[in-house]
């Protein structure tokens, strides 16, 4: 598999660079292109604005880019985004249990992460998920729902639904706060 910095075969960029130049990672460009490059994947990944001075630092991560998570709503109390199927399958050709994962400690952190604010850091210490039916093609849609926001943990809920609106996977994280 390769990451976001690994040119594809003969050379040429991987589909899951999202814009990234094989000549230039982001582990060496200077710290204005980096930020540049952080800004492009917000956008892309649909970041309300709001939020990109929070996050142009750190941009969404590598994996978000990957399993290509696009946010559709951003609050510590509640957070949505998709995520399809194609490209996140396991052997058998339905969306991967691990992809479900990613995608509830993505919403997860995320909203935690709002919830802590600036000068604070949320670090997730639990995570599970209860899969309840299968999807092959289209889009996962992610709902996660603030359970607990306390001064030192957070606690989500994330509930997966197909295109048809049916429950895929229940999901709960526990972030701590420092």
């Known amino acids: 598999m390769m990451d976001n910095f690994t040119p ?6 991987s589909p899951t ?9 982001a582990a060496v460009e200077a710290p204005a292109a980096v930020e540049a490059q952080f800004r492009e994947e917000l956008v892309a990944a649909g970041v309300p ?3 990109h001075d929070w996050l142009a630092e750190y941009g969404i991560g590598a ?11 951003m609050s510590p109390e509640r957070c949505v985004a998709t995520m399809p199927v194609e490209g996140n399958t396991q052997v058998a050709g339905i969306l991967h249990g691990g992809a479900h994962v990613v995608l509830a400690e993505t919403l997860g ?6 919830h802590a604010g600036p000068g604070r850091q949320a670090l997730g210490i639990e995570v599970g998920a209860t899969h309840h039916r299968a999807v092959s093609a289209g889009t996962v849609t992610g709902t996660c729902t603030a359970i607990h926001l306390g ?4 606690t989500h809920e994330i509930v997966m639904t197909d295109e048809q609106g049916r429950r895929l996977s ?5 972030n701590l706060i420092r």
């Open 63 to 73: 994996l978000v880019v990957k399993m290509g998570i696009r946010f559709l709503e």
């Open 151 to 154: 001064r030192t943990l957070t």
């Open 8 to 13: 594809g075969p003969a050379g040429e960029a």
């Open 109 to 114: 952190s995320f909203a935690a992460g709002m």
């Open 17 to 25: 660079e999202a814009g990234r130049t094989a000549e230039a990672p």
């Open 49 to 51: 604005e709001h939020l």
């Open 170 to 174: 229940t999901a709960r994280i526990t």
